[in-house]
């Protein structure tokens, strides 16, 4: 039996950014855990089952924070600029930013990736 990955989506009426399993094939994700609203898929690693709670634990104390969007392209601004430039992609293993599937990866990398997707998604919410 395949792995059902598990992808970050944000709620469109709640704004909660939560890890949803997505079926192949499948366009739309299950709905929002919090309040049944519609989620949409935001672009980041796939995830597993069992990340779900360590996405949820960083999730929860972000969401309350006013992270303005400057502060927010700072934190992000890292990824970009190595995403532009090809020749400082020997960074993204030490950053645990490389392309890998999240299963493969340690749970400080995974967790890496995860508050990545949560700020992508604040950040994206705010343009
Ligand atoms: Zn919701």
């Given at each position: 039996m395949a792995v059902v990955p598990w992808l970050p989506a944000?709620?469109?009426a709640c704004s909660l950014v939560q890890l949803l399993p997505l079926e192949p094939g499948q366009v739309h994700t299950q709905p929002c855990r919090s309040c049944g609203?519609?989620?949409s898929v935001l672009p980041g690693e796939m995830y597993a089952e069992s990340d779900a709670p360590l996405f949820a634990r960083i999730e929860a104390p972000l969401r309350p924070m006013v992270l303005p969007p400057r502060t927010l392209q700072r934190v992000l601004?890292?990824?970009r600029v190595i995403d532009f430039l090809p020749p400082l992609h020997f960074l993204l293993p030490e950053l645990g930013l490389e392309s890998r599937p999240a299963l493969?990866?340690?749970?400080l990398v995974r967790a890496?990736?995860?508050v990545?997707?949560?700020l992508g998604a604040r950040l994206r919410s705010l343009q």
């Open positions: 944000l709620c469109s609203g519609q989620c601004g890292l990824r493969e990866r340690t749970h890496s990736g995860m990545m997707a949560i």
